[in-house]
């Protein structure tokens, strides 16, 4: 399969290209604080933000779902109703002739 040599080969490209990532060049900038502050907070904030609106989201939903149920049981109680003072009325008139 793979050589020994070989792969020792491979190890010592994946280690020289690991230290060319890692260098930093002598003419670079500083990073102002304002920057800094961004790169490394920017995803946290996003992330509480993202999840604050799917909560948000799910709480609204299932506040309407309930909502709806409860104004559907109400209608429905309210159908019975009219519908019993339905059936006296017609049972009155069928009886005063």
Do not use: C, D
Request: hydrophobic share 35%; aromatic share 12%; charged share 25%.
């Amino acid at each position: 399969m793979y050589s020994p040599s070989r792969l020792r080969g491979r190890a010592a490209v994946r280690t020289a290209r690991q230290i060319r990532f890692n260098t930093t060049e002598a003419g670079q900038k500083p990073v102002s604080p304002h920057v800094g502050f961004y790169k490394t907070f920017t995803r946290p904030v996003a992330k509480v933000l993202l999840m604050a609106t799917f909560t948000y989201q799910l709480a609204y939903w299932g506040w309407a779902y309930l909502e709806k149920a409860e104004i559907k049981k109400q209608k429905s109680a309210e159908v019975e109703v009219l519908e019993k003072q339905l059936a006296e009325l017609t049972q009155g008139k069928e009886k005063k002739p």
